[in-house]
């Protein structure tokens, strides 16, 4: 489970569950990490990738179930910060300037939006500052060094964003124009290894067609394939 999708797959899993009566057990992690594992034989029954890169790789090296793979989700990336008077309006201003401590991104080498991060400075003609980034392995990495202090700044999903504010009732945010990045298409698949393929695909059909899904996915800042 891709780390930015963790909470949201959460609330899916507990309306999937009050419906049908099946339970789930989610592991998140970044994109990357997952991908090596389902390579390995990792007995996963669904994979829920932050790009679409990682789950075509694993189609056309025969790890999944075929016809599983789908899009579930469209995601943003935005510049964030718990304090709330931290990112004005223009925050390509701020990067510009360096007027932060640290900035935390999560690795672009294993997390799709740490890729994305990447290609937004290089759009912008910004470099960043070195010695003042902080790298997470994973999106929840990335988020748990803004909650904590250890960055003052940082790229993280609109997911995220929106769930901590909505819990908390804080922070500042700008969000990039999407055309500075590439599109964030997340996919899910059914690997090969699932012991669980029928009911995999019955919650990924469940997550496409549902209205309470949908509901839920969208309130959490993504958008819907379809729209």
Do not use: C
């Amino acid at each position: 489970m891709a780390a930015n999708f963790a909470t949201t797959m959460e609330s899916l899993a507990q309306a999937y569950a009050q419906q049908h009566g099946v339970s789930s057990q989610i592991s998140s992690g970044s994109s990357g990490k997952h991908y090596a594992q389902i390579r390995q034989g990792a007995p996963f029954d669904l994979f829920f990738s932050a790009d679409n890169r990682r789950t075509a790789d694993l189609e056309r090296e025969g790890h999944t179930v075929a016809g599983s793979r789908q899009i579930y989700a469209l995601g943003r990336l935005v510049l964030w910060s718990p304090d709330p008077a931290k990112i004005p309006a223009d925050g390509a201003a701020l990067l510009a300037a360096q007027d932060y401590r640290r900035l935390a991104m999560a690795n672009p080498r294993v997390a799709p939006y740490g890729a994305s991060a990447e290609a937004l400075m290089n759009a912008l003609n910004l470099d960043l500052p070195r010695g003042r980034v902080v790298v997470g392995q994973s999106l929840g990495q990335t988020m748990n060094f803004l909650v904590s202090g250890n960055a003052e700044i940082g790229f993280i999903a609109l997911s995220q964003a929106r769930i901590y504010e909505r819990e908390h009732g804080k922070g500042s945010s700008w969000l990039p124009a999407e055309e500075l990045y590439p599109p964030i298409i997340q996919e899910a698949v059914v690997p090969r290894t699932s012991r669980q393929q029928d009911a995999a695909q019955k919650l990924l059909a469940w997550m496409r067609d549902d209205p309470v899904a949908q509901a839920i996915i969208t309130e959490d800042g993504y958008r819907l394939p379809q729209q």
